[in-house]
Every structure is written in structure tokens, then in C-alpha cells.
């Protein structure tokens, strides 16, 4: 194979490695969430510490069981590996008065990690975590993604 022949080849095989490096980055990035959590199971308890939310939330949105959040990597975090925070996020319909929206609900959530000793790791390496509180912060609604 000649120079000129190879050249395609590598032209073709280094905009792969772009655009494999480019997915790894994305997927690695905060604002993409990762993982499945259940709207009922994991996120609704957070919401039911305040009660107008959680009225203004079940009053006004019909918001699907199944979403996403956050998941805390192995690397990152190696006794929390797997694990999810927020912010979530779930496809939900807002009944407004004319009619019924299609949108994307965002929970936020603030979070507090803890070493073995209960401790919360406040400066530091997170890789000492090994438990996670979240509390309710607020909620997003935006058009459907």
C-alpha cells in the first residue's frame, strides 16, 4: 500500500478515535443522567418533605414512573458505585388549561456524602464516601427532550 493509499485509512480511522473520545467525554459529563430510578420508589419520598410541592407536583403533572439520574461511577466513588442522585429526570404531561402538555420534569436534589465514620466529607476526595442523603431542592419543568 503506498502513502497516498494509507492516507484515507487514517484519515478515516483518526475521526473515529474523535468520535469515540467525543461519546466517552458526553457521557461523561454531569449534565446527562445515567441511570433508571423509579418516580414513585426513589424520588417521590424526597418531594413529600414539602408538601407543597408535592401537591403542586401530583395536582398539575402526570409524571411516568420510569426516569433517570445521575449514577455515581466506580471510580469516582467506589462504595458508591452504581448508586444514583440526582437531578432526576422523567417525561411527564402538565394538564393545563388548554389541554394537555407533553414536558420533562427535573428534580434537583441537594446532596451530602459520608465517610465510614458518619462524617460528612466536606473538602476532600470523595472516594472515601460511602453513603449518600439527598434532600428535595426544586423542580425544572422544560419542553419535552
Do not use: C
Request: aromatic share 8%; net charge positive.
Amino acid at each position: 500500500m503506498t502513502r497516498a493509499e494509507a492516507m484515507p485509512f487514517r484519515k478515516s480511522r483518526y475521526s473515529l478515535i474523535l468520535i469515540v473520545l467525543a461519546a466517552l467525554f458526553s457521557a461523561t459529563t454531569p449534565a446527562r443522567a445515567d441511570g433508571t430510578v423509579s418516580f414513585e420508589q426513589d424520588v417521590l419520598p424526597l418531594i413529600k418533605a414539602r408538601p407543597a410541592f408535592e401537591k403542586f407536583l401530583l395536582g398539575t403533572l402526570k409524571v411516568t414512573d420510569a426516569g433517570s439520574g445521575t449514577r455515581i461511577s466506580e471510580q469516582a466513588m467506589p462504595h458508591l458505585g452504581g448508586a444514583r442522585m440526582g437531578p432526576y429526570e422523567f417525561k411527564a404531561t402538565w394538564h393545563g388549561p388548554d389541554g394537555d402538555v407533553p414536558v420533562t420534569l427535573i428534580i434537583d436534589t441537594n446532596t451530602k456524602f459520608f465517610d465510614r465514620a458518619g462524617r460528612e466529607i466536606r473538602n476532600g476526595s470523595l472516594k472515601q464516601a460511602v453513603s449518600v442523603k439527598e434532600t428535595f431542592d426544586s423542580i425544572e419543568i422544560e419542553q419535552p427532550r
